[in-house]
């Protein structure tokens, strides 16, 4: 069975920009670059079709990371907020029965392998790390698993409900996304046993 993996390589820089006006243009202009990179997959796509490969062929479509329009007055990636970390993830395999259906599910990259390794029947290795995701290719509605981020001064776990980051200097963040706001209220003083949860689940996924 063939495998096609399409992949983002973007590279950016926290910046700042004050300017309305050129901040709607950056937008339009990072549109604009997705659309033209969503026209290449179409166009990979319909080869795989057109030579009859996409009967024996796997496709993941995925990005190492999310990217900032000014959320949180962050232009680019590199931090530890959802729009950074939350990255497109889609995979398509031949016989699959929810062609095209969403997922709320939490998931890491680290999954793609083992997943792989599910759905083309190779025996995983006992060193892989992450999860298959096979069960939520089958059935969308299957919950998810914790993620987690790190950079050199603070890591994050992202749970089905919340966000926690830990800084280095003790500084904590907790914000609940079940509610509008998000990631623009800390919530993590009014909840302190859920902090201290989150915090060693963390720390366990990090000695992983």
Known sequence: MALVSLWDTTVGV????KDAAFAEEVRFHYAACVSYADAQVGKVLAELKSTGADKNTIVVLWGDHGWHLGEHAIWGKHSLFEESLHAPLIIHYPGMKHKGENTDAIVETLDIFPTLCDLTGIE???YIQGESLKDILVNPNTDGHTAIAYTKKASTIRTA??????HKDGYVELYDHTTKGKETKNIAK?????????KNALNTKLQK
């Open 161 to 166: 409900t919340h966000r926690m980051t830990l």
């Open 190 to 198: 009014e909840h302190p046993e859920l902090v201290e949860e989150l």
């Open 124 to 126: 995983k290795p006992n």
């Open 14 to 17: 926290k910046t700042q920009i």
